[in-house]
Nanobody, 115 residues
Framework: QVQLVESGGGLVQPGGSLRLSCVVSGSINSINAMDWYRQAPGKQREWVAIIGRDGSTNYADSVKGRFTISRDNAKNTVYLQMNSLKPEDTAVYYC?????????WGQGTQVTVSS
C-alpha cells in the first residue's frame, strides 16, 4: 500500500509563493508517476502537474511558467513550487500516486491566495 501526506498550504498574498510537499510511504517502487490536482469551492477537481518515473514533467496551461513539480527520491517527497500566485489559484491541493490504473490520493492541503 501507498500513503500520501501533503503539507505546505496556507494563506499567501497575490504574487507570493508557496511550496507544497507530498511525502510518500509504502510500496514506492510500484509508483509510475506522481501528480498534483486542485479543487476550488464549487468547481471540479483540476489537474495541475505531473512528474514521471523518468523525471519528465508536464503542466496545465493555467500554471505553466509559474509552478514547478519536482521530487527528492532520498526523502520520498514530491514538491509543487508555486510562484506568482493568483487569487484563482485558491483551492485544496491534492497529490496522487499513479500505479497502473490505480490512483492513490492524499488528504489535501488548503491554499488561499488573498490580500
Amino acid at each position: 500500500q501507498v500513503q500520501l501526506v501533503e503539507s505546505g498550504g496556507g494563506l499567501v498574498q497575490p504574487g507570493g509563493s508557496l511550496r507544497l510537499s507530498c511525502v510518500v510511504s509504502g510500496s514506492i517502487n510500484s509508483i509510475n508517476a506522481m501528480d498534483w490536482y486542485r479543487q476550488a469551492p464549487g468547481k471540479q477537481r483540476e489537474w495541475v502537474a505531473i512528474i514521471g518515473r523518468d523525471g519528465s514533467t508536464n503542466y496545465a496551461d493555467s500554471v505553466k511558467g509559474r509552478f514547478t513539480i519536482s521530487r527528492d527520491n532520498a526523502k520520498n517527497t514530491v514538491y509543487l513550487q508555486m510562484n506568482s500566485l493568483k487569487p484563482e489559484d485558491t483551492a485544496v491541493y491534492y497529490c496522487r500516486a499513479i500505479m497502473g490504473r490505480l490512483g492513490i490520493w492524499g488528504q489535501g492541503t488548503q491554499v488561499t491566495v488573498s490580500s
